[in-house]
């Protein structure tokens, strides 16, 4: 792969005077540094969508050797973001106005000053943490949470948190991934979704600086079943889906990146009721969140309704989208992107599961190999992975047609259906209500004790 590079190198050869070189360079070098922390409050104007395009900064190395300083923006055509794991051009932003100030400080006091090292050092700090990051997945022991992590680690320069029920499962993760990607730096960490305990305990082993969040996990209990709750009493579905990620976001806020963070929300399209999935059976609707503010904990349905299984998946999901919107006009005064996606009909994961066996398998013949509408896990993880990269759009919902993986299966991690078919998605009426999206997010901080 083709790139250019950053690097700074440095000759002490001055045409002017000494005192009149020294106000010159330190004039020249605040201004470039000035002007280089200006553009990177705003580095949305270095992203161009047009022609689906972007323009993203390719620090390769800063080295304090003997030339002048060369900053190239790297074009990328069509690739647009599709590759997780890219530089953040915000750090490589301060990079290179560390290396601006070492060259001034080298110029002016000689490379052997301590600031001069300082800087040097400093700016290659900077560069080695512009091609990292930290990545948290919760539920990526199966399905599209899985096929993510081993994307990722594949691609390298990740740290990946891997938040699964239990403990075991994350290790088991771990040694899966470790075993095709042996030099991942992974972190198998426990996180139950359905208990508030344990979800507390885990965030309280997070360190701060997480770059990027991915609230995946998530359930569909048996549409014929009977309610089952979560530890705290909650009903199930709505308990992991929802509040679960709601409470585990609260105690999480804190830590995400605020140089270029990310929260990234698994949702789907069976939210809308006028999608494919979401006409089948009872449509998702939460109405006045009469079962939150009525029944409390107790609650069996978010409209207050009786249980019903297909209906509480649904409603998880226009929930999920709603704390998308919400949560992006909460951190509107922060630098953390927050989008949703859908990863398609996956029908060949465990997340069917707790269906009955015979109607799982049959379905999965069906909307895979016959209707051809179905996504293979493979595609719904390298959508998730993707997403990780998006700094293009916030509080959006991204989506594709039916049956797109059957189009890009050739395709080595789908890329070519990012940014075409895989884009920004129309969400329901009911998930565009702004005054229900704050409702829900006051009754759920209640339901979990913020």
């Not at 009525?294 to 704390?323: H, Q, T, W």
Request: with cysteine; charged share 25%; hydrophobic share 40%.
């Amino acid at each position: 792969q083709q790139s250019r590079t950053l690097r700074f190198k440095h000759k002490h050869n001055s045409l002017f005077p000494a005192p009149i070189h020294l106000i010159f360079t330190m004039v020249a070098s605040v201004f470039c540094f000035a002007l280089l922390l200006l553009v990177g409050t705003n580095v949305e104007g270095f992203v161009s969508t047009k022609s689906g395009s972007s323009s993203r900064w390719q620090l390769a190395s800063i080295q304090r050797k003997d030339s002048l300083l060369e900053a190239i923006p790297r074009n990328e055509n069509n690739e647009k973001e599709m590759e997780a794991g890219g530089i953040d051009r915000r750090r490589a932003l301060t990079a290179t106005g560390l290396a601006v100030a070492s060259l001034w400080f080298g110029d002016t006091f000689g490379t052997d000053n301590p600031a001069a090292k300082w800087a040097a050092n400093a700016a290659e700090e900077a560069s080695a943490s512009a091609t990292s990051r930290t990545v948290l997945i919760t539920g990526c022991n199966s399905g599209i949470g899985l096929e993510a992590a081993r994307i990722l680690a594949r691609k390298g320069g990740e740290k990946i948190i891997l938040a699964c029920r239990t403990k075991q499962k994350a290790e088991d993760t771990a040694a899966l991934i470790l075993a095709e990607s042996p030099k991942a730096d992974l972190v198998p960490a426990e996180c139950d979704l359905t208990s508030l305990e344990s979800i507390k305990k885990f965030a309280s082993t997070v360190n701060s600086g997480v770059d990027v969040v991915c609230y995946n996990a998530g359930i569909a209990l048996n549409t014929a079943g009977e309610i089952e709750r979560t530890a705290d009493g909650f009903e199930k579905t709505i308990g992991t889906n929802h509040l679960g990620h709601f409470y585990l976001h609260h105690l999480l806020e804190p830590k995400i990146s605020t140089a270029a963070g990310k929260v990234v929300i698994t949702a789907s399209s069976v939210h809308d009721p006028e999608s494919p999935g979401g006409k089948q059976g009872i449509p998702a609707s939460l109405g006045k969140l009469e079962g939150f503010s009525r029944d409390g904990k107790d609650f069996e349905m978010v409209d207050g309704n009786p249980y019903n299984g297909d209906k509480a998946y649904k409603d998880s999901k226009l929930c999920n989208i709603l704390f998308c919107r919400e949560l992006t006009s909460r951190l509107a005064q922060k630098n953390i992107i927050v989008n949703a996606f859908s990863p398609g009909l996956i029908t060949s994961s465990g997340f069917f599961r707790y269906q009955n066996p015979v109607f799982s398998s049959v379905f999965n013949v069906a909307a895979s190999s016959l209707f051809k509408v179905a996504e293979t896990p493979e595609y719904g993880g390298a959508a998730l992975a993707f997403m990780t990269t998006v700094d293009s759009t916030k509080g959006e919902f991204w989506d594709s047609a039916p049956g797109t993986s059957n189009k890009y299966k050739d395709d080595i991690n789908y890329k070519g259906a990012f940014g075409k078919e895989f884009n920004v998605a129309q969400v329901s009426k009911e998930a565009r209500d702004a005054e229900k999206g704050k409702e829900l997010w006051k009754l759920s901080e209640k339901l979990v004790g913020i």
